[in-house]
Each structure stands twice: as structure tokens, then as C-alpha cells.
């Protein structure tokens, strides 16, 4: 158990549909990642907030957005969801900022669009 | 261009064997680092061993040990006396500055080890 809990395990949902992922980083930790993993892209870095803030952008649509609280936790949220976004999306947290240590994963959501 | 190409979609070992996992990066960062993780069917992700671009010592980690060749560019993962517990997908992974000063993670594609008894 890496300390990091992700909600929910599994999603079920349609096409065009809006959906949020919930996440909260082990204990200390104050970074958040998001990744999202699929058979064609692989894993795929999305963002990274630091302390409430974002931190660092990668491949990450217009369609997505996230957030991290006061208390640590984040949301990824997903709109007008697409069949090409079924994949499973990893939480990741960390205690630095700059990627040097390392990443602690939780379980993991998998999204299935319909 | 991949910055991080794991040329090995699927590898075979026997129990207690060794095996080495092949990791080339690209990248043009004086200061980076290299990582590997393990995804086993169950879906985690879990990491395994860390190696900073300026660390001059090979990292290692129990039975994990990083293969760093800085001027090939490359970051193999050697995992010594293979158990049958270590059949899963293993990631590369490496951390470098952004244009905008941030860190960006880059992962490979991985490489599937099957431990057979």
C-alpha cells in the first residue's frame, strides 16, 4: 500500500459526459500528479500541483482540468468525455517539487466511456 | 524522438537468474534523473530505484541496481536473483526541466519480464 488513495476504483460513463477523480497524497507528501495510461499512448504525464499550485503541465487536454485543495487532496476533472479517454488514470505524490524523489502511485481509476 | 526507449517489449528469465532490462534516454539536461518502476498485473505502480544525472555511483536497492551510462545514455535496470514475484511491467522513467522551468516525467513504454520457475 503506497499511502495514496484514489476514488473512484472504477467509472462507467458516456460519451460526453463529465466526470471527476478524486485523490489524496500520502501523509507529508505535497506534490500530486496525474497521469493517465492507455495501450496506445502509454503512460502519459498530464499535471503536477505543488502545494496547491500548478506546478508543471504535460500532455493534458483543453477538456481536462485539476485542482489541489487546502488539505492536499486533488480532482481531475473530465468533460464531454470522448471513447478515445477510457484509459486508467494514476494519481502520483511526491514530498519535493522538482520531480527529484520519488513517486508514490495510488491504485489507480479506470474509465470506461460508453 | 522518444526520450526514453526501452527497446524489449517483453523479456524471459529463470528463477534465480539475473536479467537486465535495457533503458536509453535523450535528453539535453545537464541535471536529471532516471527512475524505474514496476506495474504488476494487479495495476500499481511501484517504484523501484532512483539515479540522479550527477550521482557518480551506480544506485541500488536490494536486488535492483541501475546500470548508469551517462555518456551512452543509458539507464539499465539489472535485477539480480530473479523471483517469480517479479513477473510484471517495468517502466523507465525520467525527470528533466521543462522550457518553463518545471520538471516534466517522460515514461517509456515498458518492458514485460516473465519469471519462469
Known amino acids: 500500500d503506497s499511502g495514496v488513495t484514489q476514488t473512484p476504483k472504477h467509472l462507467i460513463t458516456a460519451t460526453g459526459q463529465r466526470v471527476t477523480l478524486r485523490c489524496s497524497p500520502r501523509s507529508g507528501d505535497l506534490s500530486v500528479y496525474w497521469y493517465q495510461q492507455s495501450l496506445d499512448q502509454g503512460l502519459q504525464f498530464l499535471i503536477q500541483?505543488?502545494?496547491?499550485?500548478?506546478?508543471a503541465k504535460g500532455n493534458i487536454l483543453e477538456r481536462f482540468s485539476a485542482q489541489q485543495f487546502p488539505d492536499l487532496h486533488s480532482e481531475l476533472n473530465l468533460s464531454s468525455l470522448e471513447l478515445g479517454d477510457s484509459a486508467l488514470y494514476f494519481c502520483?505524490?511526491?514530498?519535493?517539487?522538482?520531480?527529484?524523489?520519488?513517486?508514490?502511485f495510488g491504485p489507480g481509476t479506470r474509465l470506461t466511456v460508453t | 524522438a522518444q526520450k526514453i526507449t526501452q527497446t524489449q517489449p517483453g523479456m524471459f528469465v529463470q528463477e534465480k537468474e539475473a536479467v537486465t532490462l535495457d533503458c536509453t534516454y535523450d535528453?539535453?539536461?545537464?541535471?536529471?534523473?532516471l527512475f524505474w518502476y514496476k506495474q504488476p498485473s494487479s495495476g500499481e505502480m511501484i517504484f523501484l530505484i532512483y539515479q540522479g544525472s550527477y550521482d557518480e555511483q551506480n544506485a541500488t536497492e536490494g536486488r535492483y541496481s541501475l546500470n548508469f551510462q551517462k555518456a551512452r545514455k543509458s539507464a539499465n535496470l539489472v535485477i539480480s536473483a530473479s523471483q517469480l514475484g517479479d513477473s510484471a511491467m517495468y517502466f523507465c522513467?525520467?525527470?528533466?526541466?521543462?522550457?518553463?522551468?518545471?520538471?516534466?516525467?517522460?515514461f517509456g513504454r515498458g518492458t514485460s519480464l516473465i519469471v519462469h520457475p
Open positions: 522513467a525520467m525527470r528533466e526541466t521543462s522550457s518553463g522551468g518545471s520538471y516534466i516525467p517522460t
Open positions: 535528453t539535453s539536461d545537464q541535471s536529471y534523473g
Open positions: 502520483a505524490s511526491s514530498v519535493g517539487v522538482d520531480g527529484a524523489y520519488e513517486q508514490y
Open positions: 500541483y505543488y502545494n496547491g499550485e500548478e506546478r
